[in-house]
């Protein structure tokens, strides 16, 4: 990739909010938040729905770079969320956050396996939050997309690749049950998984894509395998 291409590439706008602190979003770092318009899912359940929608950004990459300089040494790491930080182009942006001497922890939802892969392959990830939406046979019906395989293809080189990551998957009890969380607790393991699994219950906020409201339905946790150890949230 040339100087110039990357040069161009920092001046877009394509990052919707900065959260310019949070000691909760990467596990013992002290770390900030850069949110990224837009996304290739759908997710009935998400909250984040003007970030989804948002077809550019209030900041630059420049601008958070220019942030993050005043941040050096009271910062440890930075955070790649959204909407789907991978449908940008980032390889450029994360070498620059390196320079600074930060680390990077990326939060996505998999399908954009050949980024991921020019990411990992460049060492430029040190933490991985990848997103479960759903098992195979609904996996469209919650994420309105087709993008299961690509999904998986990085689920396996995060594995390949041993990786530091965890697997999460966003849980309403009206959508997924029992045995929805099981079959993915059964992929994981069978793929050699042995990280803490970690479920996070629908926050009924009032805003999201789907409209939905609290689940009129409930999990039984005593039903779930314990192949894994489990954490919810």
């Not at 161009?8 to 919707?16: D, E, G, H």
């Not at 994360?94 to 020019?118: A, M």
Request: with cysteine; proline share 2%; charged share 25%.
């Amino acid at each position: 990739m040339s100087t110039n291409r990357e040069n161009n590439s920092l001046s877009a706008k394509v990052i919707y909010d900065l959260t310019t602190f949070t000691h909760v979003d990467y596990p013992d770092h002290l770390s900030c938040i850069v949110w990224f318009s837009g996304c290739n899912m759908r997710c009935d359940y998400c909250y984040n729905k003007d970030i989804v929608f948002a077809k550019d950004g209030k900041y630059s990459y420049d601008d958070i770079l220019d942030f993050l300089k005043t941040r050096v040494g009271l910062l440890e790491a930075v955070v790649l969320s959204g909407g789907e930080a991978t449908s940008h182009e980032l390889l450029p942006f994360c070498r620059e956050i390196k320079k600074l001497g930060f680390k990077i922890k990326l939060d996505t939802n998999g399908t954009n396996f050949s980024t991921i892969k020019e990411l990992l392959d460049a060492n430029l990830l040190d933490y991985v939050a990848l997103d479960y939406k759903a098992p195979k046979d609904k996996f469209t019906q919650i994420t309105h997309s087709n993008k299961f395989d690509e999904f998986s293809k990085t689920l396996d080189y995060l594995m390949e690749t041993k990786t530091n990551f965890e697997a999460r998957t966003t849980l309403h009890a009206d959508l997924l049950n029992e045995e929805d969380i099981n079959t993915i607790i059964k992929d994981l393991k069978e793929r050699g998984y042995a990280n803490t699994y970690y479920i996070q219950e629908f926050l009924d906020t009032g805003v999201n894509i789907g409209n939905l409201k609290s689940p009129k339905n409930k999990i039984n946790k005593a039903l779930l395998q314990n192949d894994l150890e489990i954490a919810f949230r």
